[in-house]
């Protein structure tokens, strides 16, 4: 008896690394069929997580990789809080349902109060559900005509994988603008090529993911105005604000993207990329309740109002939703504006440093886009290595600067790319520059033989 309680007090006074625990290899893929003290797996657990990248040095993602403590704060409060529980976390519910009027507000709806929106989990869900009103729209004015409904198509630029996921879900013909010499976004010659009577919406992107610019919405718009002119066929266009949604209306209010053009039915953005929340949550907003279609709506009364519930999953999350109301507060459209407009400013300084190394050519700059720059390998010269051998030379200091080939009709076309989030600040750019210069002066020294592979040189890029 005596002895045992000496070996447990001998467990208890262990070191975490001295204990029996963590004198073997941790189970990997079999359940494991024991216990382990708390403290010990959690050491475990943490000692992984020390294998990921740098999130800060990923300068591949949009999302957000810092937080004020504040967020950090409300983030721990907020655990418990499920956003499909309006009746127990009725508090939470309002926050969203506010969010929702104010980006009504920002995205300039003509009747902020009334829109209709909800959070989602990211631009992918709100991208889904606004795809799906669009569709359901486009079968109700088919039957209403007595026409078919059986062969929708949807016209885009070059787009994120989330509409060929709602492409290829809903059985829809997704008509791809190509890229195109140097046009690398649509414009409106080529929506008007490939809109007919079965086009159920085009969708623009304000920050495309491949190169970071802005299509040109208003000019699409008035575009697809005349057609209906001309014709009588009558296409909505659904903005992919992912990014841009929370850019442009506090650095560019004039840029005409959002409902200010009546054609615009709906808008998706993601809360933890520019919305400067943390990962997990992104919104859809119709101009008006009548884009959104009745059948695919839940309502809820518990909160005495008519809580409209339109989403893929049930329980989620509510912390990011609460933390991107308090961003909300805590910025206003000045404080937006001051964090985008550091980000510019920073994107083009890297710009100009990078255009002044010699071997590269800017494909976009930070003008006329989001926080970010693309650029190439200057054509026709045998620079001795790729982008790619760049981009892995890179890794070695912790850096993540992804290089991938553009989609059709450019897969000959190899960029690399830098997304300027918030904490990207410019002392840590003239840190990622150096490193650059001194990559490009090894990679000279020491050409590769062969140059790395797009699927060696790995990484991630949207
Ligand atoms: C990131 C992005 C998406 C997907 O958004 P998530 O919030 O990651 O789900 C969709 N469209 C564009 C243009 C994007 O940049």
Redesign the pocket.
Known sequence: MLHKKDSIRGDLEDDVFASTDLSIAMPKYKFPPDEQVARHAYQVVRDELMLDGNSRQNLAT??QTWVEPEVDDLMTVSLDKNMIDKDEYPQTAELEARCVHMLADLWNSPQAANTMGTST???????MLGGMALLWKWRERRRAQGKPTDRPNLVTGP??I??HKFARYWDIALREIPMQGDRLIMNPEEVLARVDENTIGVVP?L???FTCQYEPVADVAAALDRLQEDTGLDVPIHV?G??GGFIAPFVEPDLLWDFRLPRVKSI?A?G??FGLAPLGV?WAVWRDAAELPEDLIFHVNYLGGDMAVFALNFSRPGGQIVAQYYNFLRLGRAGYRKIHEAGYETARYLADEISRMGPFDVVYDGRGGIPALTWKLKEGIDHGFTLFDLADRLRTRGWQVPAYTLPADREDLAVQRILVRHDFSRDLASLLLDDYRRAIGILRKHAPRESLTEEEAGGFH?
């Open positions: 949009f999302c989990t990211g631009s992918s869900e709100a991208a787009v994120q989330c509409w992107t920050g495309v993911t992919d992912a990014s998706n993601s933890h990329k992104g949207h």
